[in-house]
């Protein structure tokens, strides 16, 4: 099992930026790849980043792409995504996932966060 928390989401004006921190525990070598998924009410969950936990390897979305960055720091066993020019559309609850491969696709991982908010107003 590998369990995931995330933290650092709250309200930010358009423009603005947060920090999202993922907090990876458990069986974290099975875990090829750590993933951003976002979900907004009435939406269904979309894709955001994914990062390769040996390679560091990212898949940005194309709607965060130039304004996010996804990184992992291994010796803390953390997934990071930082978000900078964070527009009203940005709006959701973001999920951390794990799983064996690099997917856009939200089959494609095994384990998820129990979600944090992030909010920006205009």
């Known amino acids: 099992q590998v369990q995931l928390v995330e933290s650092g989401g709250g309200l930010v004006q358009a423009g603005g930026s947060l920090r999202l921190s993922c907090a990876v525990s458990g069986r974290t070598f099975s875990s090829a790849a750590m993933g951003w998924f976002r979900q907004a009410p009435g939406k269904e969950r979309e894709f955001v980043a994914t990062i390769g936990w040996s390679g560091g390897s990212t898949v940005y979305s194309d709607s965060v792409k130039g304004r996010f960055t996804i990184s992992r720091d291994k010796a803390k066993n953390t997934v990071y995504l930082q978000m900078n020019s964070l527009k009203p559309e940005d709006t959701a609850v973001y999920y951390c996932?794990?799983?064996?491969?690099?997917?856009?696709?939200?089959?494609?991982?095994?384990?998820w966060g129990q979600g944090i908010q992030v909010t920006v107003s205009s």
């Open positions: 996932t794990a799983g064996s491969l690099l997917s856009r696709r939200v089959t494609a991982y095994d384990y």
